[in-house]
Structures are given as C-alpha cells and as structure tokens.
C-alpha cells in the first residue's frame, strides 16, 4: 500500500456533504452504508436510485417533471435520461441572484474585477436580450474566440438561456485550429476579444479574427469585448462592441426551457492527428455531473472560493463555471501562471482566501523546478483542497504538496476528460490522501480496469472502462448522422461499454493510479508499458527539466526512445544517461529502459497543457502530422523530423 499522506480528522467527516449524503441513502431505502466503497458499490448497483437522489439533493431547476430516471442502464451508447424533464442549464446556474461575489477576475497584473450574482444575473439579462433580438434561437451554435474573461462566462449564460449551443476557443490557438472547430459547427455569432494579455505584453487577435470570420459564412454578428483597447475593429465586417450590443433595458431573462438531453456545449478532442471531433454534451448530463463531483467529491458549497487554472477551451473551465450553481465564489485568472515571477497564483489565492486551489500536474512540478517553496511565502489559511489534472500528478509531486506547500489539506488528483466534461476518478474530502494515488472512482461510475478480453483485474494495470451509463456521456458527435465516429471513438474495444483509452489500476482500497493514454502506449517485446511509468522516474531526476517517450516500430517489434530536456547548462553525458537508464530499470523493469535517449530543446504540449506523445511517434514512424495549430509549440516537432530523418 503507498505511503499515506493526509488524513480527514474524524470530528470533520459528519459534516461533509458527502457524509449527509450517504445517510440519506440509507435513511431513505434502509440500508447501512459503512464506508466509501460499500457507498459506490450501492451507487453502481443502483443506477436509476442514485441518479435520481443527485437531481433531488441538488433541487434542480425544472418546469416539467421526469417520467422515468433511465431507460435502460446497459445501453451505451443510447440510453435515456430523465424523460419528459424540462429545464435550463443556464436557469441552474443563475438561481442565486443576491450580492454575494459571484466571479472574481485576475488579468495578469493589469485587470482586477469583481460581480456579484445580481449583477451576473442582469449582465446575463442584457445580453441574451440582444441575442434574441439577432434572431438567436433554441439549437442555433455560438461560438466564444476568448481568453477567460467574465464576458465569457456571460455569453455561455446567455447562449444556454435561450437553449442555443455554446462553443469555444482560447485566443492562442492558431487560426486553422479555429477553423477546423467552427467550421464544423457553423456559428451564427462569434464572441471575441481584441487581445490579450501573456507574460506581461499585449497580443492583439483582431488580425487573427479576420482571417476566422472571413472563412466562416454562417457567422451574422461578430461582438467584440475591449479587453487591450487596442486595435481597430472597423476592418472586421459584421462587428459590434460588447458595449454596443447588449440591451441595456433588460432585467429579466427568459430561460427556454427544454430536454434533458438537449445540447449545451459542443467541446473538442485535441485534434492533433487530423481534424478535432465534435464532441455535443447535454445542459442535464453536463449539469447533474459537475454538481455530483463539486457538492460530494469536492465539498463546495456558498462559503467556498474556487479557482482553477484554465483557458476556455480546456472542459475544466466549464466544470469550474458550474460551482456558480452550489453559489460559490469563483476566480477567473487570464494570462501566464509564472508572471510576473513563479509565485503569481499563488499570491492570488492568498489575496482572495481561496478554498479550493485547481491546476495541472505540469503547474505543480514546475513550482519545484523553479525552487518555490510555498509556505514560506503564505500561509493559505482556507486552503482545503489542491486539484490537479491534465496528466497524472507523480508521487514527487504529492511529496511537493505535503512538505512544503500545506500538510493539512487534500490533495486531489483528478481525470476524466472533454469526452465525458467529468471525471471518472477523483478526490473525496472523507478519505485519506495515498501518495501516487487518485483518491477513488466517482460515484455512479462503474469504472473497472480489464484486460485485452475484457476480464476485469484487481490491483493490475488495464484499460479504463465504464460498464454502467453515465449522464455526462455525450449525446452525440456533431456532423455524425449515423454515429459510427461516435461507436468507434468510446465502444469499439469492447462494444456496449465505454473505453475511455487511459490505462488505470484500481487497488484494494479503492485508490486509483492512471497510467496514460493507452493509444500512446509502449509495447516493446509485445509488453504494454505506460508512459506515466517511466515519466514518475526521469521527472524526479534534478537535471531534468521535461521529458516525452514513445514507442518506434522496428520490424515485428518496437523500441523505446526518450526524449528530454534538460535544465540550463547541464549536458546529457554518457553518465547521465546511465543514470537515467538505471534508476528506470530499478523502480520499473528492464522493458521499460529506453533503447535511445536524445536530448531535445522542446517538449510538443497542447494548448490545453498535454504532452503530445501520439503526434511524435506518428513523425518517427513515418506518418504525417495533420493539424499542428492544436499545439502551443508547433515548432518543437521540426526538431524531432530532423531527429527521424537522422536514425
């Protein structure tokens, strides 16, 4: 069992909104529920029971009732949710309407503003008035080009008022990237801004815009938010400032009210081996999963300030936007996390009394890397809970957070994705923190780690697959008529459950571990290995500043190549090298030691913060890379074509 790092002290479990929730369970059916697994076990045992309890606990919003929980709890894809319901997601999340602060927003060091929900609930009235007034209507698409700004939050609330689809896209990404996503979906408005802020200077996206709009027939109005008052609009046809767009006389708004299952998001995969799949998520689904995870898995609640570390076109930003429904405060921050040194976010979460603190595995070992220490800088009084996701968080970096960040808080390393706008492991405030490990599998999930046959293991590594239908599944692809994109993305492996394509091990206390995408996995000798393994090493070695490995055919079989990037003016010796292949053989095995290691001034990482590994080993394999503006550092990949043409 891994070393435990954390622990609930016993006087605090009661009042969890996890601990109510179970003894309502058992009050209700007459049950005894003795710990968190026998919990989850009832919840996947019970699919229709507990689902129904989550729409009830969290008093959804509705103006017509559902007839039936769920059709049918094996069916996936296809089942039914909550039948005959009516509702709006934006409704759920605009239902406080006091003076409370609703959205704090950080723009680097230059932008600071506060809202209240009153004030949200009214800028949401002005705009979705105006929305309405261009003819907006139920299913129509709107598209967001911005960086993480109130407006953004604003838009979404009004575009989900009037049952259109919401859609965006963060400013850094390129412009094909942009197409390749909007051109799918055909916006009838874009939202944009006029720039924005990174590392201290000003980047201007009107230009950039143009070129978007211009390639885009079904847009009809493009708004533009004056967040760098620069640049000129004029040039950029159908255009309107915010300022100018929304209806000012508006105080009301007007929720459409409609099915369950009715589009509310349109996301993206990352799409950097050929065009992004359209992935359409339900306001039900969407709604019913986000307020299980944050009331249950995190504890939010009216007194907590949430902030997560995200840009628009990450799902982490929406299922932070969602805590507006449990009435917290939340905190939007724009711009580079290390500006203008390594302690800027961190400061903020002091300045603000943040509860729950959310970023990336990247964000928390980069911390280390730069020497921060954090409580020698702050005490974060109220910090209760530290998210992190975007790829598994390394046991190095549980021992960053204990040691010297805050020892009593808990750590909650998270995974899910954009396929499902969820998690299917997470943390959960009840139970110990265990160092390595995600804290246990979402309840209503019956997530299960199986062979290549389909068995399931216990405390063995294997894919990542749910054999019980979740609300938060997509209801479809968008521009997949007959959904064989659809089946071939989640249910092709092993039809009628889903295969999210992570590899996971569940242990004997229910404590999960992810050990990457099995669709990047190394297989030399015909051994599947997972590239989290090998990075928990050569991450912990100190000359070591990133690190990819992948796998490149030979013949029958496949070897393993690493690639690093090592901190300033250390040199990758013969001795490095064998360091590095000797400390991979101790803590993993011989299959896993890497046959080459190269050094390589870059690692390729999305915009979304993932290293891309796929995209890589499609170069050293001799396959082209289709869509590069995915990627936050396109250029790193000349270096690895050079590096392929030379072996």
Known sequence: MSEMMWNPKEDRIPDLQISDFSRRICEKYNIQLTDYQSLHRWTVDHISEFWEMIWQENHIIHSKPYTQVVDDETKMPGAKWFSGALLNFGENLLRFRDDQIAIIFKGEDRVERKITYKELYLSVAQAAKAMRELGIQKGDRVAGFLPNIPETIIAMLATTSIGAIWSSSSPDFGINGVLDRF????????????????????????????????????????????YVNQGVISNISKTQTWNDFVNNSATTIEFEQVPFDHPVYIMYSSGTTGKPKSIVHSGGGT?????????????????????????CGWMMWNWLVSSLALGATIVLYDGNPFYPDATALLKMADDYQVTVFGSSAKYISSLESEGVIPNKIYKYDRLRAILSTGSPLSEESFDFVYNFWKQDVVLSSISGGTDIVSCFALGNPALPVHRGELQCVGLGMDVQSLDEVGNPLQNQKGELVCSKAFPSMP??????????????????????????????????????????????????????????????????????????????????????????????????????????????????????????IYEVKDIPYTINGKKVEIAIKRILNGMDVTNRDALVNPDSLEEYQRIRNNI
């Open 183 to 226: 051109t799918q979906i055909e916006p009838k408005i874009i939202f944009a801004a006029d720039g924005y802020f990174y590392k201290g200077k000003t980047f201007d996206t009107l230009e950039k815009l143009k070129s978007i709009v211009s390639n885009l027939p079904s847009v009809q109005k493009v708004v533009i938010i004056r």
């Open 287 to 311: 709604l019913l999963q986000h307020l299980k995870e944050l009331r249950l898995h995190t504890n939010i609640s009216r007194q907590d300030t949430v902030f997560y570390f995200t840009t």
């Open 475 to 596: 209801v479809y692809f968008w521009n997949d008529p007959n959904g064989e994109k659809f089946q071939n993305a989640y249910f092709k492996p092993f039809p009628g459950r889903w295969c999210h394509g992570d590899y996971i091990l569940i242990n004997e206390h229910g404590g999960v571990k992810i050990f990457g995408r099995s669709d990047a996995t190394l297989n030399p000798g015909g051994v599947r290995i997972g590239t989290a393994e090998i990075y928990r090493v050569v991450e912990g070695i100190s000359d070591i500043a990133d690190s990819v490995v992948v796998g490149q055919s030979t013949g029958d079989d496949e070897r393993v190549l690493l690639f690093v990037k090592l901190n300033p003016e250390i040199v990758l010796s013969d001795d490095l090298k064998q360091t590095i292949r000797s400390m991979i053989r101790k803590q993993c095995s011989p299959r896993h030691v890497p046959e080459v």
